[in-house]
Antibody
Framework: QITLRESGPTLVKPTETLTLTCTFS??????????VGWIRQPPGKGLEWLAL???????RYSPSLKTRVTITKDTSENQVVLTLTNVDPVDTGTYFC????????????????WGPGTLVTVSS | SYDLTQPPSVSVFPGQAASITCSAD??????ASWYQQKPGQSPLLVIY???KRPSGIPERFSGSTSGNTATLTISGTQAVDEALYYC??????????FGGGTKLTVL
């Protein structure tokens, strides 16, 4: 059974750096082609993809956020960490991590299991 | 940028079929996925790789692609299907992209 759970601060001040951790079970980065991504959702709005890291440490970032976002994985701890620098109130929202299973092509990327999400508010 | 266009809302009577579309340039060259999201919940994958249904998803959910449009169809729509639905695809430059979402209302 695959589960994921996000953790981190609920309140961050503008210009600070947000660090979120995704802790998962039921799969491993030792499995070829598996990946974990981060997706966020501002209150009342749609989904926005932020970053993705694969088993081989290949990383992809949203072009609109790539200068502010970093994703790292800890294979031994079954964790993925997202950092977002210089946060602004527009970064307020629920942040989800999600599992993407092995596929033969990145064009088939989809998120099969999601964490419950963590609400982050950016405010002074 | 790579934009996936969905209608903001779709309405359907119980028992009828609901169709939600997702359009983008060269969408036919990529796979589309569909997610259902109910208030206060995480998104739930209902269709991946255009037409595959994950384990546990009812058979009334189906997906198809024609040209640059992907379509999610819910046959025999039930009240429990009322939710937001998002399409998602992969673009070589943009990475993972989500559509703006469609609110499905069961009348």
């Amino acid at each position: 059974q695959i589960t994921l759970r996000e953790s981190g601060p609920t309140l961050v001040k503008p210009t600070e750096t947000l660090t979120l951790t995704c802790t998962f079970s039921g799969f491993s980065f030792r499995t070829t082609a598996v990946g974990v991504g981060w997706i966020r959702q501002p209150p009342g709005k749609g989904l926005e993809w932020l970053a993705l890291v694969y088993w081989d440490n290949n990383k992809r970032y949203s072009p609109s956020l790539k200068t502010r976002v970093t994703i790292t994985k800890d294979t031994s701890e079954n964790q993925v960490v997202l950092t977002l620098t210089n946060v602004d109130p527009v970064d307020t929202g629920t942040y989800f991590c999600a599992h993407t299973p092995p596929t033969t092509t990145t064009a088939a990327t989809s998120f099969h299991f999601w964490g419950p999400g963590t609400l982050v508010t950016v405010s002074s | 940028s790579y934009d996936l266009t969905q209608p903001p809302s779709v309405s359907v009577f119980p028992g009828q079929a609901a169709s939600i579309t997702c359009s983008a340039d060269k969408l036919g060259d990529n796979y589309a996925s569909w997610y259902q999201q109910k208030p206060g919940q995480s998104p739930l994958l209902v269709i991946y790789q255009d037409a595959k249904r994950p384990s546990g998803i009812p058979e009334r959910f189906s997906g198809s692609t024609s040209g640059n449009t992907a379509t999610l169809t819910i046959s025999g729509t039930q009240a429990v299907d009322e939710a937001l639905y998002y399409c998602q695809a992969w673009d070589r430059s943009a990475g993972v992209v989500f559509g703006g979402g469609t609110k499905l209302t069961v009348l």
